[in-house]
C-alpha cells in the first residue's frame, strides 16, 4: 500500500482564519479524495482531486470554503477557510493504491477551532 | 444512491473470544466492492479486508473474515480469538465499480468494539 502523510497532524486555529492540509504520497497516483470526520461521527467524502483537473465536490461542499489543489501526482493540499468552530473535524485525505479499487488513508489532520 | 448501515453503535468481546460485527448495504448495481476500515484511537484508518461483489468466495485475512450475502446486501465481519489491540471503531464501506469522482466510499456510522481482559 501507498505511505501517506499529512501535515499538520494537529492543529487549534482561531474562527475567521484558514488552514492549509497537506496531503503527500510516496508514490504516484490518478485520485486523491479528501473526507472530513466530525466528532463522534462516520467519514464524509468532500471533494475527489484528480491531477490536471479541478477538484469535484460533493453536496454541501463548496470550492470557496474547501480549495483543493493538486500540482501533481504525489501531493494535494485542502484549505478550510474562514473557519467557525463546526470545522472542528478531523480531516483525513486517501488515495487509490496498487491494488486498484481500495482506498488508503493518511493519518489524518485534527483540527480544532476556537 | 448507495447506502450502508450499521446498526449497531457498541459491541464487547472478551479476549480470545470470536465477535461478528453487522453491515447491509443497498445499491442497485449488480458489480461493486466492500470493506471493513478499523480506526483505533490514533485516528489513522486502516483497511481490514476487501471483498469484490462478482467473487463468491468469503474474503479471509488472518483473523479476520467476511460473511459476504449477495442477494441480502448483507457484509458482516467475523473477528476471531479477538486481542486488545482490537479495540477499535470499525468501518464497513461501499465503492461502485465505476471511475474518476463516482469511485468514492460510502461509509457506515460506525460500530466501536471493545474488548475485555
Known amino acids: 500500500s501507498a505511505v501517506i502523510s499529512q501535515k499538520p497532524s494537529r492543529d487549534i486555529c482561531q474562527r475567521g482564519t484558514s488552514l492549509t492540509i497537506q496531503c503527500q504520497v510516496d508514490?504516484?497516483?490518478?485520485?486523491m479524495f479528501w473526507y472530513r470526520q466530525q466528532p463522534g461521527q462516520s467519514l464524509t467524502l468532500i471533494a475527489t482531486?484528480?491531477?490536471?483537473?479541478?477538484?469535484?465536490?460533493e453536496s454541501g461542499f463548496v470550492i470557496d470554503k474547501f480549495p483543493i489543489s493538486r500540482p501533481n501526482l504525489t501531493f494535494s493540499t485542502l484549505t478550510v477557510s474562514n473557519m467557525s468552530p463546526e470545522d472542528s473535524s478531523i480531516y483525513l485525505c486517501?488515495?487509490?493504491?496498487?491494488?486498484?479499487?481500495?482506498?488508503?488513508f493518511g493519518p489524518g489532520t485534527r483540527l480544532t477551532v476556537l | 444512491a448507495q447506502t450502508v448501515t450499521q446498526s449497531q453503535p457498541e459491541m464487547s468481546v472478551q479476549e480470545a473470544e470470536t465477535v461478528t460485527l453487522s453491515c447491509t448495504y443497498d445499491?442497485?448495481?449488480?458489480?461493486?466492492?466492500l470493506f471493513w476500515y478499523k480506526q483505533p484511537p490514533s485516528r489513522q484508518m486502516i483497511l481490514v479486508i476487501r471483498?469484490?461483489?462478482?467473487?463468491?468466495q468469503n474474503a479471509t485475512e488472518n483473523r479476520f473474515s467476511v460473511n459476504f450475502q449477495k442477494a441480502a446486501k448483507s457484509f458482516s465481519l467475523k473477528i476471531s480469538d479477538s486481542q486488545l489491540g482490537d479495540a477499535a471503531m470499525y468501518f464497513c464501506?461501499?465503492?461502485?465499480?465505476?471511475?474518476?469522482?463516482?469511485?468514492?466510499?460510502?461509509f457506515g456510522k460506525g460500530i466501536t468494539l471493545s474488548v475485555r481482559p
Open positions: 471483498q469484490e461483489a462478482y467473487k463468491q
Open positions: 464501506a461501499y465503492r461502485s465499480p465505476h471511475t474518476g469522482a463516482n469511485s468514492k466510499l460510502t
Open positions: 486517501s488515495v487509490e493504491g496498487l491494488v486498484s479499487d481500495t482506498q488508503y
Open positions: 445499491t442497485s448495481e449488480s458489480d461493486y466492492y
Open positions: 482531486a484528480n491531477q490536471g483537473s479541478e477538484a469535484t465536490y
Open positions: 508514490s504516484q497516483v490518478t485520485m
